[in-house]
C-alpha cells in the first residue's frame, strides 16, 4: 500500500530534550515535506525536500532541522524543544509539489 | 509572501443543500490543490487544478480554478453528513518552491 509512515503518532516530551520525528514513504517521491497545523494558523510549512541532500526552509524553520540521506526518509529534529513547539505534525511526499502531496497520519508532540 | 484566503471559515449546512467555499489570493499560482481533513488525520487529496478556466468534477464536488490563477472554488451539490470535515485549499507559486496552504473551511453537514 503507497503511504507515508509518520513515528511516533503521539509524543510528550520535557523542555530540552533533543527528539526525532520519523518519516518514510514507500512511493519513490523525490519530493518531502514536513509541515505544523495550529489552531487558528492552519498549516505551515517547516521545511521541504526537493531530493537527497537538497533541503529548504519552508514559513516556521526555526528550532527545526531536517536531514535528506536516503530517498524514502525525511526526519525531523528538535535539538532543544520549547513549549511554543506543542503541534500537530505532518509528513508528506509528492513527485512535485504541484501534483499534490500524500500527508501522513500526524505526530502529536506536546513539550511541557 | 504569497497567501491564499478561505472563506467562509465555518459552514454548517442540512443534508441536500448546496454549497461553495472559495480561495483567494492576490498572487499567481502554478498550481491549486483542494483536500479535505478529517480530525486527528493528515489531509487527503481530492483535486489538482493546473490550468486557468480549468473546471473538474468528482462525483458531487466541483472544483475550478480561476481564468487568472489566483482563485480557485469548491461546490457541493446535494451535501450529505458524509462530506463533514476541514477542507483545504494550497498552492504552489510561480516559482514552483513552497507548497502554501489556505486557513480551511469546516463543514459541517446534519441530517
Known amino acids: 500500500e503507497a503511504q507515508v509512515t509518520q513515528n511516533p503518532r503521539y509524543l510528550i516530551t520535557v523542555t530540552g530534550k533533543k527528539l526525532t520525528v520519523t518519516c518514510s514513504q514507500n512511493m519513490n517521491h523525490e519530493y518531502m515535506s514536513w509541515y505544523r497545523q495550529d489552531p487558528g494558523l492552519g498549516l505551515r510549512q517547516i521545511y521541504y525536500s526537493m531530493n537527497v541532500e537538497v533541503t529548504d526552509k519552508g514559513d516556521v524553520p526555526e528550532g527545526y532541522k531536517v536531514s535528506r540521506k536516503e530517498k524514502r526518509n525525511f526526519p525531523l529534529i528538535l535539538e532543544s524543544p520549547s513549549p511554543n513547539q506543542t503541534s500537530l505534525y505532518f509528513c508528506a511526499s509528492s513527485f512535485w509539489q504541484g501534483y499534490g502531496y500524500t500527508f501522513g497520519s500526524g505526530t502529536r508532540l506536546t513539550v511541557v | 509572501t504569497q497567501l491564499l484566503e478561505q472563506s467562509p471559515q465555518f459552514l454548517s449546512i442540512q443534508e441536500g443543500e448546496n454549497l461553495t467555499v472559495y480561495c483567494n489570493s492576490s498572487?499567481?499560482?502554478?498550481?491549486l490543490q483542494w483536500y479535505r481533513q478529517e480530525p486527528g488525520e493528515g489531509p487527503v487529496l481530492l483535486v489538482t487544478?493546473?490550468?486557468?478556466?480549468e473546471v473538474k468534477k468528482l462525483k458531487r464536488l466541483t472544483f475550478q480554478f480561476g481564468d487568472a490563477r489566483k482563485d480557485s472554488s469548491l461546490h457541493i451539490t446535494a451535501a450529505q453528513p458524509g462530506d463533514t470535515g476541514l477542507y483545504l485549499c494550497a498552492g504552489v507559486g510561480q516559482a514552483g518552491t513552497a507548497l502554501i496552504f489556505g486557513k480551511g473551511t469546516t463543514l459541517s453537514v446534519s441530517s
Open positions: 487544478v493546473v490550468t486557468g478556466g
Open positions: 498572487s499567481v499560482f502554478s498550481s
